[in-house]
């Protein structure tokens, strides 16, 4: 589907504020809620919009450590990373997870409560994991930004 610069701005008003109603987000847009509520359910149906969320305080839900997970695999073959795809979705405290080049065959992200906490998930979770030759936990001192959607993706709008 190809996005017109009105696509754009209705993505970015929705990055901006994902519970914004097709009313609100018209007379920002200077367009009728019937032109909005379309153009989102096409974008929704084109898989532009794949869905919406909420984002949570981490920190509230006491999970105040996030930890990097680099993770090394025996193999690059087919069977090993389905084995290890499969397995790692039942991972509870991992959050994301991306297969990625470089030396590293895999970067997760794991939240936990404490230290402790964390080596009991490097333990119980990460450990267990199908064909892993080695793990590298890096500890996040403090975020800086998180971003689902970069600025730049919006740049056509200038």
């Known amino acids: 589907m190809p996005l017109d610069r009105m ?3 209705i993505i970015k008003a929705l990055v901006e504020d994902g519970r914004i109603s097709d009313t609100a987000l018209g007379e920002r847009l200077h367009l009728s809620s019937t032109a909005v509520a379309r153009r989102r359910r096409q974008l929704e149906e084109a898989g532009v919009i794949k869905s919406y969320t909420a984002f949570m305080n981490a920190q509230v839900l006491g999970l105040s450590m996030t930890v990097i997970v680099h993770i090394e695999l025996t193999s690059q073959a087919e069977q090993v990373l389905m084995d290890f795809e499969e397995a790692v ?9 991306s297969f990625v080049s470089g030396e590293t065959d895999f970067i997760m992200m794991v939240h936990v409560p404490t230290f402790e906490a964390y080596d009991a998930v490097y333990r119980k979770e990460l450990s267990t994991l ?7 936990s890096s500890f996040v001192m ?4 998180a971003r689902l959607v970069p600025p730049a993706a919006f740049d056509r709008l200038d």
């Open 7 to 9: 696509d754009y701005r």
């Open 89 to 97: 979705l039942g991972c509870p405290s991992m959050s994301f997870c």
């Open 130 to 136: 199908p064909h892993v030759a080695r793990i590298r």
């Open 142 to 145: 403090r975020q800086v930004a």
